[in-house]
Nanobody, 118 residues
Framework: VQLQAFGGGVVQPGGSLRLSCAAS????????MAWYRQAPGKQRDLVAA???????NYADSVKGRFTISRDNAKNTVYLQMGSLEPGDTAVYYC?????????????WGQGTLVTVSS
């Protein structure tokens, strides 16, 4: 199973950006989809996650500003980011875990860079 992320770019503080991540392959179901981010010199941290049933959780730093959603029919997860701050600058990675024709899988996308700067 492969995940491919889209939507990074440069945005001014206070702006918005939407990331997408599509999973492909012999997928039976995806239990969990999430976004992580890694700033230069820092560890990779969870930003937001959503289950197949739609239950979502967020890092405290993004609550009220970011919204995670998913389209199960398209095996795609989205991250709508608003009120962006310079501290949100990072490479954003999507992650998915579920069941494929080959058994359980856990996969990472390639990362997409988000830069918040004036």
């Amino acid at each position: 199973v492969q995940l491919q992320a889209f939507g990074g770019g440069v945005v001014q503080p206070g702006g918005s950006l939407r990331l997408s991540c599509a999973a492909s392959g012999s997928i039976s179901s995806i239990y969990y989809m999430a976004w992580y981010r890694q700033a230069p010199g820092k560890q990779r941290d969870l930003v937001a996650a959503v289950t197949s049933g739609g239950n979502a959780n967020y890092a405290d730093s993004v609550k009220g500003r970011f919204t995670i959603s998913r389209d199960n029919a398209k095996n795609t997860v989205y991250l709508q980011m608003g009120s962006l701050e310079p501290g949100d600058t990072a490479v954003y990675y999507c992650n998915g875990m579920g069941l494929s024709a080959r058994g359980n899988f856990g996969s990472w996308g390639q990362g997409t860079l988000v830069t918040v700067s004036s």
